[in-house]
């Protein structure tokens, strides 16, 4: 079974601060992706990755940014937080982007932002 | 208008009843259509694909209509355990993929 696992399942921070999320997968994936979830507006993508180092922008970028140094591994990182960045994150994998792949996610981390 | 949309109901049904979603999309150059189910704080999971002729796993049937541009998804039979939210989910080229913002479902006993 393929297994995406995330940092911190809760989060509370304050604004102005610096936060990393963490996402890690093991069933060697090229592709990486950052959501957020938001009541009302379904998950919008944030940030993905197809290799090593190599990132694309989504749909709603501005106030993050990203880093894959591995391939297991994907982080979010919030230069500095908000309020309006208090929201539901989910990370997801997916082989190789072929139209019939699914995408896996991990467990989400719910982060407030105080 | 929204790239995917589905109704956000709540539908609430009684146990044994039989219940179902649509969803419409808007572009027509898509090509890859799921139904995913999320529980309450808890990450997605898909549920079924969904494939031009329909298909069926279990109690479950999802439908695609291309020219009308919209897929279904179908519960027989609904049990308390299929209260849970359904997610619409479509992909056009490469990663593009859409998620609708799900409707949400109550089985009652």
């Known amino acids: 079974d393929v297994k995406v696992t995330q940092s911190s399942r809760y989060l509370v921070k304050r604004t102005g601060e610096k936060v990393f999320l963490e996402c890690v997968q093991d069933?060697?994936?090229?592709?990486m992706f950052w959501y957020r979830q938001d009541p009302g507006l379904g998950l919008r993508l944030i940030y993905f990755?197809?290799?090593?180092?190599?990132?694309e922008k989504g749909d709603i970028p501005e106030g993050y940014s990203v880093s894959r140094e591995k391939k297991e591994r994907f982080s979010l990182i919030l230069e500095s937080a908000s309020t309006n960045q208090t929201s539901m994150y989910l990370c997801?994998?997916?082989?190789?982007?072929?139209?019939?792949?699914?995408?896996?996610f991990g467990p989400g981390t719910r982060l407030t932002v105080l | 208008r929204k790239e995917v949309e589905q109704d956000p109901g709540p539908f609430n049904v009684p146990e044994g009843a039989t219940v179902a979603f649509n969803c419409t999309y808007s572009?027509?150059?898509?090509?890859?259509f799921f139904w995913y189910r999320q529980d309450c704080r808890k990450e997605p999971k898909l549920l079924m694909s969904?494939?031009?002729s329909g298909n069926e796993d279990g109690r479950f049937t999802a439908q695609l209509n291309r020219a009308s541009q919209y897929i279904s998804l179908l519960i027989r039979d609904s049990k308390l355990s299929d209260s849970a939210t359904y997610l619409c989910?479509?992909?056009?080229?490469?990663?593009?993929?859409?998620f609708g913002a799900g409707t949400r479902l109550f089985v009652k006993a």
């Open positions: 997801a994998s997916i082989t190789s982007g072929a139209y019939t792949d699914t995408q896996y």
């Open positions: 069933m060697d994936h090229e592709n």
């Open positions: 989910v479509v992909r056009s080229g490469g990663f593009k993929t859409i």
């Open positions: 990755s197809y290799d090593v180092k190599m990132k």
């Open positions: 572009n027509s150059a898509s090509q890859s």
């Open positions: 969904v494939y031009s």
